[in-house]
């Protein structure tokens, strides 16, 4: 057996902390709490994981959260919200790729929808999507695979040909023809 110390009880609690995103989704459940307050016990530094994760925003990636944020429309169709950046709202912002990220981790909190999506233009025009879903009766790992991607049932992403236009005219097929095969699977 492996003794855990502090540098290792952080570590490892930065991983569940990230998974349940801060013990507040559905990837939440006892064993995992049993297993915090374990880690708690070892030496892991729950603020030191707070202020780099979850807090430590600057403002240049605030405000690029910001313009993603005004663009975010749901589709007419599918009980989902999505939003996009492009390679120059990156740029424009001075951050990296990596900001995107958090934003759909934070969409995952929006009320009154079953998915929400996040976009990304990648530098060789590429569009990377993110799913994110805190319903148990909604799979977006089975719509992420259909687009060649990955992930679980709760948080699944993909990468497609951009721009993102084209990418969301692909994404919405793909979920039309997953409704046809399976009903109820997004709409309900």
């Known amino acids: 057996a492996v003794k855990i110390n502090p540098a290792m009880a952080t570590s490892l609690m930065t991983g569940l902390m990230t998974d349940t995103d801060n013990f507040t989704n559905a990837a939440t459940s006892a064993q995992s709490l049993l297993i915090g307050h374990s880690l708690m016990k070892q030496g892991a530094k729950i603020k030191l994981i707070t202020g780099s994760i979850f807090q430590d925003k600057t403002i240049a990636t605030l405000k690029l959260w910001g313009l993603a944020f005004t663009r975010l429309e749901k589709h007419p169709n599918y009980d989902l919200a999505y939003t996009y950046l492009t ?57 992420a695979k259909a687009l060649s991607g990955g992930g679980h049932k709760k948080a699944a992403g993909f990468t497609v040909e951009g721009p993102i236009d084209q990418a969301l005219t692909q994404i919405f097929s793909v979920i039309e023809k997953i409704n046809t095969l399976k009903e109820k699977t997004i709409t309900g």
């Open 87 to 143: 390679q120059a709202d990156l740029i424009d912002h001075g951050v990296d790729i990596s900001v995107a990220e958090g934003i759909s981790n934070f969409m995952n909190v929006l009320g009154g929808h079953r998915i929400v999506l996040t976009l990304t233009e990648l530098p060789d025009g590429k569009v990377k999507g993110s799913f994110r879903t805190t319903r148990a009766d909604t799979d977006v790992a089975m719509i």
